[in-house]
């Protein structure tokens, strides 16, 4: 069964230039959480959707952050204009989880971003 | 974002020693999930616990959910080499759809 499947997985950019992240969650999952992680700053929740509606964005750093979930088999992270700080690993994870149920999280191989 | 307590924060031992971590939490969670994360790539459930009291085995892994629902630890036996990397707690609650991530523990193994 395929995963979750991250694209680019790395990606060298210069500062100022807009960075698009995308996110293909498994089959069947209902919700999509991106995050992003640092050596000072570990896992961080950058914004889940559920049922394709974003429900907490309260992670996302700034207004230069922005993502959208146009199906429930695709979504985006953009980032525009980029900046130095924004170099990181940026994971997509996908869950299936029905009200009040558990769910499991499953992560994608991530996407290395690097702004110079 | 809440943060899970994680310890110890690193270990070095000896390949064939056992191994041992646990995450504390001021919240109580429904859902307990263990990770592993190789250099590289993303994190990779290893065990998921879902009761109070739970113990979980998955091969030389097993994982506890505390009684108190605020805690869970992670023990591997008998490591071996192939057991470096980080391992993440992870915890959930009930209503919502939001995970929370320890700080992460980084394990050598010693060959």
């Known amino acids: 069964d395929a995963g979750v499947i991250q694209s680019p997985r790395h990606e060298v950019t210069e500062m100022g230039q807009e960075v698009t992240l995308r996110c293909k969650p498994i089959?069947?999952?209902?919700?999509l959480f991106w995050y992003r992680q640092t050596m000072m700053r570990g896992l961080e929740l950058l914004i889940y959707f559920n049922n394709n509606v974003p429900i907490d964005d309260s992670g996302m750093p700034e207004d230069r952050f922005s993502a959208k979930m146009p199906n429930a088999s695709f979504s985006t992270l953009k980032i525009q204009p980029s900046e130095p700080r924004d170099s990181a690993v940026y994971f997509c994870?996908?869950?299936?989880?029905?009200?009040?149920?558990?769910?499991?999280?499953?992560f994608g191989e991530g996407s290395r971003l690097t702004v110079l | 974002g809440q943060q899970l307590n994680q310890s110890p924060q690193s270990m070095f031992i000896q390949e064939g020693e056992d191994v041992s971590m646990n995450c504390t939490s001021s919240?109580?969670?429904?859902?307990w999930l263990w990770y592993k994360q190789d250099p590289g790539e993303g994190p990779v459930l290893l065990i998921a616990l879902y009761k109070a009291g739970e113990l979980t085995s998955n091969g030389r892994l097993t994982a506890q959910f505390g009684i108190t629902r605020k805690d869970s630890f992670l023990n591997i036996s008998a490591s071996i080499p192939s057991d470096v990397g980080i391992y993440f707690c992870?915890?959930?609650?009930?209503?919502?759809?939001?995970?929370?991530f320890g700080t992460g523990t980084s394990l050598t193994v010693i060959p």
């Open positions: 089959s069947g999952h209902n919700s």
């Open positions: 992870a915890g959930q609650g009930r209503i919502v759809n939001q995970f929370y």
């Open positions: 919240s109580i969670f429904n859902t």
């Open positions: 994870a996908s869950s299936f989880k029905l009200a009040g149920g558990p769910g499991e999280l499953f």
